[in-house]
């Protein structure tokens, strides 16, 4: 479990006991009939009450438990209008039960509470009944009443968070660092924060898993894979990724490695969360995906060798092949001059909308506008220059490029 959700499991738990031990101190100390002393002056009879601590204790319970109420509303969110990935059916169905049964429980326990507490404390006046005269006192087991819905409140109050929570993802091996810079991501809230010495996720891979997340505003973890020093190839990564390279992620108990894979997986579990990237019919859907596999096979085939050789062996001190490289911008060329005729017919790849076929090129061509030769090729291709000025215009990849240390 994550180091947050055990910390706030462990406040939670505190703040039940705290609440149910007070609570039951103070059915122990609370004032009880053998205690009052009654006395009678000129016929009328007066009831003399002991001091007793039950009022402070069913105070100060009711306080820890409307402190751990507090905190589960406010770090849970409401489970029909919270943002983010939707959990899963049974986790909505059992957060629906403990939110009604534990909004119930409380106000009964916090009634019951400061009642006990304020009537524990009413003993000034004395009671006539059918011409008997009797003290009052609080009955007993109201507070142990009291203690037992609180535990059952913050029992409640835990699962709830539990299971809203647990719909955040675990995912992507991101590439970061210094070189080729490496890493695994996995869960957390939007943007992962940056602690002192920030990794940045700067392979393009990983970067594509990363693009979708931010399109389909899920949540995620990054956890960090140093290729700089071959992390990626050790028996630990190899079980998440068998052939020793990054992305891969982990969804609860589901694991996977590709990042098209993952992000085709993602953009169809939340289908009807953040920006559509399927296509909204068959046929849109089957030119989203040939436009996807255009990428993978003509453009990708071509721009990951340049980028290889113009880009990473340069900074592993390696030597790049110019040969190689030039034969490759000349098929880019061709290849970019397809891609500017569709995009002057269309706005995007696939059509009028943004979708999976745009999202995947957009880590590679990041790195190619990098490329001097390469960006003026792209700027000489009027549609292709004006798609890829409106695609990177978009949050998601301003945020990822924060992500990437730009
Ligand atoms: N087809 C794989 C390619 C993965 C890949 O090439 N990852 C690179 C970073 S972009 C990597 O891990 N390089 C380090 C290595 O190969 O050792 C995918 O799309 O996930």
Redesign the pocket.
């Known amino acids: 479990m994550e180091r947050r959700k055990v910390v706030m499991c462990g406040v939670l738990f505190l703040l039940g006991l705290l609440s149910a031990v007070t609570a039951f101190a103070a059915e122990a100390t609370r004032i009880k009939r053998s205690q009052v002393k009654v006395t009678v002056s000129d016929s009328i009879k007066k009831c003399t009450y002991p001091r007793s601590p039950a009022f402070d204790l069913g105070f100060t319970s009711a306080l820890f438990l409307m402190m751990a109420q507090i905190i589960v509303s406010v770090s849970s969110g409401c489970f029909c209008c919270r943002k983010g990935p939707a959990p899963s059916r049974s986790n909505w169905i059992i957060s629906l039960i403990c939110f009604v049964v534990s909004w119930f429980t409380f106000v009964i326990a916090f009634l019951v509470l400061l009642t006990g507490a304020a009537l524990n404390d009413e003993h000034t006046e004395e009671s006539m009944n059918a011409g008997t005269y009797f003290c009052y006192i609080v009955k007993p087991g109201v507070f142990s009443t009291g203690a037992v819905l609180s535990l059952i409140t913050i029992a409640l109050g835990i699962v709830y968070y539990l299971c809203l929570t647990s719909s955040k993802q675990n995912v992507a091996a991101t590439?970061t660092g210094t070189n080729q810079g490496t890493g695994i991501a996995m869960g957390q809230p939007q943007i992962p924060e940056r602690v002192e010495d920030p990794v940045f996720v700067t392979?393009?891979?990983p970067q594509r898993v990363l693009l979708c997340f931010l399109e389909k505003e899920i949540e995620f973890e990054i956890i960090h894979i140093d290729?700089d020093t071959f992390e990626?190839k050790k028996p630990e990564h190899l079980l998440r990724q068998p052939f020793?390279?990054?992305?891969a992620i982990e969804d609860g108990d589901f694991k996977l490695?590709?990042?098209?894979a993952i992000a085709r997986y993602y953009a169809t579990k939340y289908a009807d969360q953040g920006t559509n990237l399927l296509g909204k019919s068959l046929e849109h859907r089957a030119i989203v995906d040939q436009w996807a596999d255009v990428e993978t096979h003509y453009f990708n085939a071509l721009a990951h060798p340049i980028v290889i050789n113009l880009i990473i062996k340069p900074r592993l001190g390696e030597k790049c092949d110019v040969v190689l490289v030039e034969e490759l911008k000349v098929k880019l060329g061709v290849v970019l001059d397809i891609y500017n005729n569709r995009l002057s017919s269309n706005r995007f790849l696939a059509g009028e909308e943004f979708t999976m076929a745009d999202l995947t090129h957009m880590p590679a061509m990041g790195y190619l506008m990098s490329i001097t030769d390469i960006n003026q090729m792209v700027k000489a291709r009027g549609s292709f220059n004006r798609w890829w000025e409106e695609i990177s215009d978009r949050p998601s990849w301003k945020k990822l490029m924060v992500l990437a240390g730009h």
């Open positions: 590439t392979a393009a891979c290729l990626q020793g390279q990054v992305p490695f590709e990042s098209r």
